[in-house]
């Protein structure tokens, strides 16, 4: 019996020749010791063994995530493929079948199973818009990601990852007050979501708000396991704001963690010419850049001989 593969599902012909060999066969063991067997053509149409078409709907799904489990992807399409020709109306297939399709670098095509799905309008569809969001995101797609993610939260409005994603959409776009506005509220609804706080932290240092930064900085300090950069970022605004002390605890923190964290010792480097400390000032730009391999740093060297002659000064 023959599957045929809808148009938009439709492999390319050079990933069928390069993923598979002429005839194509699949064997793996299932859960009920029953044997899924796959035979392709290299074409639009893949021949699958009469024994997995006796399979209901629920018992393939089950049989793709096997497939996807165990790195199996095409076997996984397939078989997605199967179950949506038992079942056009259940939108489950259709979302699975997208997800492996991106993550075999095959966005254009997920984005015509995520509609399918949204079409069908399930409880469901403010995910599916989501991972429709996120797609169109990767794309650089950000007006239709916007509109997506919207969509998602007028049927759902606590959906954080929405939030997340069209807060960054809103930023590529230039629109940082929109931005901010969904990352506050991805925070409110789920804080777990926020999985970058430094990246968050970055984008609010980069753009001056240092208030903003901090909140992301501590949030990330507190939570992770290895927050290096989080107190590095952190110790930069207490220097840019004239909190020495707190500075010199997050720097010296990095490096109790990690000697070879240079920029820590840029950042030690900063503090101490503000603070008028420039031996020690000198010495961290000069192991910033051993450690770093930075000598084109036309900053840094500048700096290193203004220190030169004001200790030379002093002296």
Not at 224 to 245: C, N, S, T, W
Not at 281 to 288: F, M
Request: hydrophobic letters at 40%; charged letters at 20%.
């Amino acid at each position: 019996m023959y599957v045929h593969i809808p148009q938009i599902f439709a492999l390319p012909a050079m990933f069928i020749l390069i993923t598979i060999s002429s005839p194509f066969w699949v064997d793996a063991s299932w859960s009920k010791s029953q044997n899924v067997q796959i035979i392709g053509d290299c074409g639009d149409n893949i021949q699958i063994s009469r024994s997995i078409m006796d399979y209901d709907y629920a018992t393939l799904m089950e049989i793709g995530d096997d497939y996807v489990n165990s790195g199996n992807e095409l076997a996984a399409i397939l078989i997605y493929s199967t179950a949506i020709s038992l079942d056009e109306k259940n939108s489950t297939a259709y979302v699975m079948r997208a997800n492996v399709l991106r993550l075999l670098g095959m966005p254009e095509l997920a984005l015509g199973d995520y509609d399918s799905a949204i079409a069908l309008n399930t409880i469901n569809t403010p995910f599916y818009l989501t991972n429709q969001g996120v797609t169109l995101f990767e794309l650089e797609r950000y007006e239709e990601a916007i509109k997506a993610f919207t969509d998602a939260i007028i049927r759902q409005p606590e959906i954080a990852q929405a939030y997340y994603y069209r807060g960054w959409s809103w930023e590529r776009t230039g629109a940082y007050r929109y931005a901010n506005a969904d990352f506050a509220q991805a925070l409110f609804w789920d804080p777990d979501c926020v999985t970058n706080f430094i990246e968050l932290g970055v984008y609010h240092y980069d753009n001056g708000d240092f208030d903003a930064a901090l909140e992301y900085f501590n949030h990330a300090v507190a939570t992770l396991y290895e927050p290096q950069d989080a107190l590095m970022h952190r110790g930069l605004i207490y220097v840019q704001q004239g909190k020495f002390e707190e500075a010199l605890r997050d720097f010296s923190t990095v490096l109790s963690r990690d000697s070879t964290y240079w920029q820590a010792n840029y950042g030690l480097a900063s503090l101490y010419f503000h603070t008028g400390r420039f031996k020690d000032a000198l010495e961290n730009y000069q192991r910033y850049l051993l450690l770093s391999g930075d000598y084109s740093n036309e900053f840094v060297i500048e700096r290193i001989g203004e220190l030169r002659a004001a200790i030379e000064l002093d002296s």
